[in-house]
């Protein structure tokens, strides 16, 4: 197990005014970092690998769809182009930060919502632009780990049975799927079903409060998923994820209004002794 914590609790997008967070987080134990990439190019990215590198930190990253006007579902030929011509761009960034793993909702953009579930053709066209990826990705050594969210982000991926059978459809050893526990807290009848379901399709495991908190304070019982996950054989990228009102630009997308978390060290040092006692007692 490799755990690591998603950098979207310090920022959208991470600066060298992070580097002293993200030391303390090496300094704690983490083995690595889920760095967002939103904007920004891929030198900026190459020059922020090095510094994690330098820290002995291992590189991920979490991107998205950012608006419908880029989506790579979308019948229309010129937004699916951008859609498309955004997820080289993820790739792009993904080979000079160094990532080992792709995660995030890349498949349609958040809070868009059609009305209805994902038609056949929208699958059809994800499934092509996600296999593509693949194909890089493979040929580049990192792997993709497409995020389900709960229905009031998207209506593309909720649901553990609908990423089983899109990952089948992508069907290409290097896709997988992100498993979160707050949206799969929303969204599943049985948590530890879900995850037996999904099985070797899981590339990334991230571990999120209930209320986007402290791992640990709330109410899902993380002991027990652990359990499921290790007896699944998973032994990949295990990720904190929390969320704050201290970050604007963040605090709209996730809904977050208020602190979930009294301050980073007791987030960061809380969080990755609860997860590590768990992971060793499954």
């Known amino acids: 197990m490799k755990l690591g914590v998603n950098l979207l609790c310090l920022g959208g997008h991470i600066d060298e005014s992070h580097l002293p967070q993200i030391e303390r987080i090496a300094e704690i134990g983490y083995d690595h970092v889920e760095v967002p990439v939103m904007r920004g190019s891929p030198d900026h990215y190459a020059w922020l690998g090095g510094k994690l590198s330098g820290m002995g930190l291992g590189r991920a990253q979490t991107s998205i769809v950012p608006d419908p006007d880029a989506s790579p579902l979308s019948d229309d030929p010129a937004v699916r182009r951008r ?17 080992e793993t792709v995660g995030g909702p890349f498949h349609a953009p958040m809070g868009h919502f059609t009305g209805e579930g994902p038609t056949e053709g929208e699958i059809e066209r994800g499934a092509e632009a996600h296999r593509a990826m693949a194909e890089r990705a493979a040929r580049n050594g990192y792997r993709l780990a497409l995020e389900h969210l709960n229905r009031f982000e998207t209506y593309f991926l909720n649901t553990m049975a609908q990423a089983r059978d899109y990952a089948d459809r992508v069907d290409h050893p290097a896709f997988g799927i992100m498993y979160d526990t707050f949206h799969a807290n929303i969204e599943e009848q049985d948590q530890h079903a879900a995850i037996r379901h999904l099985g070797e399709k899981m590339h990334v495991l991230h571990l999120s409060e209930n209320d986007r908190g402290v791992v640990g304070r709330g109410q899902i019982d993380f002991a027990g998923i652990l359990r499921t996950v290790r007896a699944a054989g998973f032994d990949g990228h295990v990720v904190l994820e929390a969320f704050g009102a201290g970050v604007p630009e963040l605090a709209a997308a996730t809904r977050v209004w208020r602190p979930l978390f009294p301050d980073f060290e007791t987030l960061f040092t809380e969080s990755h002794d609860v997860i590590r006692r768990a992971w060793e007692a499954a």
């Open 83 to 99: 859609g498309l011509d955004h997820l080289s761009w993820i790739q792009d960034c993904a080979e000079a930060l160094g990532s």
